[in-house]
């Protein structure tokens, strides 16, 4: 049936009731977050907890020692720059704070889990902090990432721009990135471009609203009527296939201008889509939606690959 959509563009609205792999089961029992006591880190985990609950899901708790904090030649400047001991002295009291300071979060992670009735449990590991998180995360079915890191502010991308980035491309479990703010959802949005990932991420936007009952909305934004007609057709079918039920909106314009603008002006609560839809020579020289909706975005992104 044919509409006026949410945001003045034309609709499909398929009333279909959604099934999840043929008994209505839930696919996500474990979630890991990487914590690393920043502001944005306790908000990725006000998200996890609260999905948790939503989920009857457990989480686990990851603090990455991060082994380039004690690199040498880092080491020696600093000790020298603030008249410190050399390197061999100045080591020890480094590894001491790193871990005092890692056992003091994860204990406030397992406190805030008790606190709201959450299964949780808590790891520590030194390492390459990306490299850690991918291998943990091969026995969580998601993973939940700060939209900014402790150390954010040591280069222009932070987080984004290379733990978060490495971790959605080659972990290969649902990511979610989260914002600096928690608001509770109520609401789904999947973003479609007709790739891949975003069929994958098609299947995680009907596994969570089967569970949680909150409805559904996909948004296709294309740069010509043809283009956004296909794909909406495209998605229509998938979406009776999977007797899934939703709203299709199709948006002319710029992919990532145009879902940035629709999580400012609110109509977003939390946006799943596929990760890294082009290929990789596209995104060097005209840049990535994937990586600009989530630098952007003040609700929390899922993406999948």
């Avoid at 985990?45 to 904090?69: F, M, P």
């Avoid at 990932?197 to 996909?218: H, I």
Wanted: glycine share 10%; with cysteine; net charge neutral.
């Amino acid at each position: 049936m044919l509409r006026g959509g949410l945001f003045g563009v034309t609709s499909f609205v398929v009333s279909l009731s959604t099934q999840m792999h043929g008994k209505g089961g839930m696919v996500t029992k474990h979630i890991l977050i990487p914590i690393d006591g920043s502001e944005y880190g306790k908000t990725a985990i006000e998200y996890g907890v609260y999905l948790a609950k939503k989920l009857d899901a457990r989480l686990t708790g990851l603090h990455v020692i991060d082994i380039n904090l004690m690199q040498i030649p880092a080491l020696a400047d600093v000790s020298g720059a603030v008249g410190l001991p050399l390197y061999h002295d100045f080591l020890p009291a480094i590894e001491r704070g790193l871990e005092e300071k890692a056992e003091a979060i994860l204990h406030a992670f397992s406190k805030k889990c008790s606190e709201s009735g959450v299964q949780a449990e808590v790891k520590k590991a030194a390492g390459i902090i990306e490299e850690t998180i991918i291998e943990t995360g091969k026995h969580a079915d998601w993973i939940i990432l700060a939209q900014r890191g402790e150390h954010f502010h040591f280069g222009e991308e932070g987080i984004l721009g290379s733990t978060a980035e490495t971790v959605v491309r080659t972990s290969g479990k649902p990511v979610m990135v989260t914002p600096a703010s928690f608001h509770e959802i109520s609401r789904i949005t999947l973003a479609y471009d007709g790739s891949p990932s975003a069929e994958s991420a098609l299947m995680l936007a009907a596994e969570l609203t089967a569970e949680t009952s909150w409805p559904l909305s996909v948004v296709i934004v294309s740069r010509d009527k043809r283009g956004g007609t296909e794909l909406a057709e495209k998605m229509k079918t998938l979406l009776n296939t999977r007797n899934i039920k939703g709203e299709i909106d199709v948006i002319r314009g710029n992919e990532d201008r145009e879902l940035v603008r629709l999580v400012r002006e609110g109509n977003v609560e939390l946006m799943i889509m596929g990760a890294y839809g082009h290929n990789r020579l596209r995104e060097l020289i005209l840049g990535s939606t994937t990586s600009s909706v989530i630098r952007k975005s003040t609700v929390p992104v899922f993406l999948t690959r």
